[in-house]
């Protein structure tokens, strides 16, 4: 397994990947790998084929993180990254530093982005104002590097495969874009890097958020249709009654568009984020 660590190293690989025939998966990580991120790699695996090439990066990107967010804290563990990557079969991992991926940021001299300004407002839109313009910015940037025949991201960051496939559309990314399913805990937990910051306690709790989501699931099965307003009513006493979280947002959407549903069905989709302690969970799931 290759480690690259510039843009330059990593374009001239896969140029000569692409010269020899062979399709590059790319698996796009902030690292703290855990069992989510090595089923993200098996499909890209199963879609490049043995012959093909499968990269991760790893790289805890800047300006995904506002101010008061955890850039600091975020869980980092290169070795166990890189062993994890090896057991998978990466072919190559890119692990650039803030210097090679922002030249000039700190002095002020880094000043191109790129924001996707329609699937980027809601949901995790409103309450983190500056994210999906640092992810859009990283993830542009990273194809670049890999220029990757296809690209795999999670369906627990549902908004974001969203607001980077209308970036791939708009921008004329050649790649195909492919969501896999969420990997959970045994309770039901979405696997999360961020999942280490929960105290015990705390980690008891946070199955919560899917059995929300469950149970909105069976309240509109059994109804046929309800209001949103009366399922986020119910979503929020019922993390109320079984933890000491609060909840950031419970929404219901279209799964492809993101557009908002008043009234939800079968088939609808549901987000939510719950602040346990300092600790933001996200999940999501179809109705
Ligand atoms: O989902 C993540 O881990 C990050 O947002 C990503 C896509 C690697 C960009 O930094």
Redesign the pocket.
């Known amino acids: 397994m290759r480690i690259y660590r510039t843009p330059k190293a990593m374009q001239r690989a896969s140029r000569q990947w692409q010269r020899d025939g062979s399709k590059i998966g790319f698996v ?3 690292g703290y790998l855990h069992a989510g991120h090595i089923s993200l790699v098996a499909a890209a695996r199963k879609r490049v084929g043995p012959k093909g090439r499968v990269v991760v ?1 790893i ?1 805890v ?1 800047p300006t ?1 993180f506002a101010p008061h967010e955890d850039l600091s804290t975020y869980p980092r563990d290169l070795p166990h990254d890189l062993q994890l990557c090896r057991e998978a079969k990466v072919d190559a991992v890119f692990f650039p530093t803030d210097a090679v991926m922002y030249p000039g940021r700190e002095a002020g001299e880094y000043s191109t982005y790129v924001a996707e300004e329609q699937v980027s407002q809601g949901l995790e839109g409103v309450s983190r104002p500056t994210h999906f313009r640092g ?1 859009t910015t ?2 542009a940037k ?1 194809f670049n590097c890999v220029l990757p025949d296809v690209a795999v ?2 369906a627990k ?1 549902w908004q ?1 495969a969203a607001v980077i496939r209308r970036m791939c559309v708009n921008l004329d990314f050649p790649l195909k874009i492919i969501v896999a399913p969420t990997h959970r805990e045994a309770d039901g937990l979405a696997m999360s890097s961020r999942n280490v910051y929960l105290t015990p306690r705390e980690r008891e709790q946070a199955p919560v958020l899917w059995r929300s989501i469950e149970w909105c699931r069976r309240r509109v099965r059994e109804a046929g249709e309800l209001p949103a307003a009366t399922l986020i009513a119910e979503v929020q006493k019922l993390i109320q009654t079984e933890s000491t979280g609060r909840l950031d947002y419970a929404a219901f959407f279209e799964g492809d568009s993101l557009k908002t549903v008043e009234m939800v069905t079968r088939g609808n989709h549901m987000a939510i984020a719950v602040f346990l302690g300092k600790v933001r969970l996200i999940d999501n799931g179809r109705i």
Request: proline share 7%.
């Open positions: 796009p990580t902030m990066s790289y990107n995904q992810v990283i993830v990273l991201f999670g960051d974001q």
